[in-house]
């Protein structure tokens, strides 16, 4: 397992055409965060910190892997509305996400993700820990 000395529980890795990110979560609630703001980090976002939207969201997969694609691809959806998410409260139980997140608006955005990928993808649970890959279409 990867070790994450800092405490944003993401980091690049290197991929031959598009954005790649190790993840590491204590939880997959932090799992889940840690990958939303790996991936807003990738696309390089600037947002205005004031005004702030409250968002209700639910999704229910297959499997981890999917609901995890699904989450972020419902991020993308709304940085594409020019809304990203300051806040994340996620419950994960089973394989139903649910949760609020405090939205605010994005003033500019250096990268575009086209969308997020099932390549290499795969969320492993051990030593107290969630870790995973994730490879972004850019």
């Given at each position: 397992?990867?070790?994450?000395?800092?405490?944003?529980g993401?980091?690049?890795?290197?991929h031959t055409?598009d954005?790649?990110?190790?993840?590491?979560?204590?939880?997959?609630e932090e799992?889940f965060?840690?990958a939303?703001?790996g991936m807003?980090?990738?696309m390089?976002i600037?947002?205005?910190?004031?005004?702030?939207?409250?968002?209700?969201?639910?999704?229910?997969?297959?499997?981890?892997e999917s609901?995890?694609?699904?989450?972020?691809s419902?991020?993308?959806y709304?940085?594409?509305?020019?809304?990203i998410?300051?806040d994340?409260?996620?419950?994960?139980?089973?394989l139903?996400?649910?949760?609020?997140l405090?939205?605010?608006?994005?003033l500019?955005m250096?990268?575009?993700?086209?969308?997020?990928?099932?390549?290499?993808l795969?969320?492993?649970?051990?030593d107290?820990?969630?870790q995973?890959?994730l490879?972004?279409?850019?």
């Amino acid at each position: 397992m990867e070790d994450f000395s800092d405490s944003c529980g993401f980091k690049e890795i290197a991929h031959t055409a598009d954005l790649s990110l190790l993840v590491s979560g204590s939880t997959l609630e932090e799992l889940f965060v840690h990958a939303a703001r790996g991936m807003y980090y990738e696309m390089g976002i600037t947002a205005n910190e004031n005004p702030e939207k409250a968002i209700s969201l639910a999704l229910q997969e297959q499997d981890q892997e999917s609901l995890l694609v699904s989450f972020l691809s419902e991020l993308l959806y709304l940085a594409e509305k020019r809304l990203i998410a300051r806040d994340f409260h996620l419950e994960i139980d089973g394989l139903r996400l649910t949760g609020s997140l405090f939205m605010i608006p994005v003033l500019k955005m250096q990268t575009e993700i086209k969308a997020v990928t099932y390549n290499n993808l795969r969320i492993r649970h051990y030593d107290r820990k969630y870790q995973t890959q994730l490879v972004f279409d850019i």
